[in-house]
């Protein structure tokens, strides 16, 4: 079953310094039939104006994940952390028990485009956490790159949720194969480019019946993907994309 979410079908949310799309329901936009994706509960991609940003708020009990596509976010939290996250960095927050922070486009002359992802934790209550690394273009360059896992495996930031999240960079012709373990689904977003998308099944049946035709998605579009064997990627362009391998 591949289930395509195409980029102009997404929420908006539109301010003078904010331009957000939002895969999942989130804040002002409600949409019953997206309202998360097992555990995986917002995708946004948020593009924020040089120098503007979100104030200071609050979360809790969620695992917070931002990947930083273009520019520099600078982010400050009650946990006494205060970094900045380029583009090829990713941070991940444990909000636990309560945590708030900031988060602004540390330029005054560039934009900034972010994905911020939030998964729900397998267990609530949890001491606040952060944690933040590079994952070089060279580490994700043609191949599926592990950026966050349950247990911090292959230098991953850990999150507390039974969730792969994997980053690849491709270019034109590249091709990519992912293997789902029986009873687990996966979500892929791409961040930019274009690819064909394809899947075989348990019975060894490619998706659409024919040999890596493929679905085509391109930049913003998202992806539910279940009840299939091994996931294929060919990108028609460069592309940046980031897979979600659930529970």
Not at 76 to 89: F, K, L, N, P, Y
């Amino acid at each position: 079953m591949i289930s395509v979410r195409r980029a102009e079908e997404r929420g908006r949310t539109k301010l003078a310094w904010l331009d957000s799309r939002h895969s999942f329901s989130f804040a002002g936009y409600h949409d019953p039939a997206h309202m998360g994706f097992g555990a995986l509960r917002v995708i946004n991609d948020d593009r924020v104006a040089p120098g503007a940003g979100f104030e200071t708020h609050g979360h809790r009990d969620m695992e917070i994940v931002t990947y930083v596509l273009d520019g520099a976010l600078a982010h400050e939290d009650t946990t006494g952390v205060r970094s900045v996250i380029r583009a090829g960095e990713v941070q991940c927050m444990s909000a636990g028990t309560g945590i708030r922070h900031s988060e602004f486009n540390a330029s005054e002359e560039e934009p900034l485009r972010f994905l911020q992802i939030w998964l729900e934790p397998e267990e609530l209550g949890l001491e606040p956490g952060y944690e933040q690394r590079p994952f070089g273009a060279e580490e994700m360059r043609a191949r599926l790159r592990l950026i966050a896992s349950s247990d911090g495996r292959e230098g991953s930031l850990r999150l507390h949720q039974d969730a792969a999240i994997h980053a690849a960079r491709l270019e034109p012709g590249d091709h990519l194969s992912h293997t789902l373990a029986p009873g687990r689904r996966a979500w892929l977003q791409l961040a930019r480019g274009r690819i064909l998308l394809d899947g075989v099944d348990f019975d060894g049946v490619d998706f659409d019946g024919v040999d890596f035709g493929g679905i085509e998605l391109g930049e913003g579009d998202g992806a539910a993907l279940g009840a299939l064997d091994r996931i294929e990627l060919e990108a028609n362009e460069g592309s940046e994309l980031l897979l979600f391998d659930l529970a």
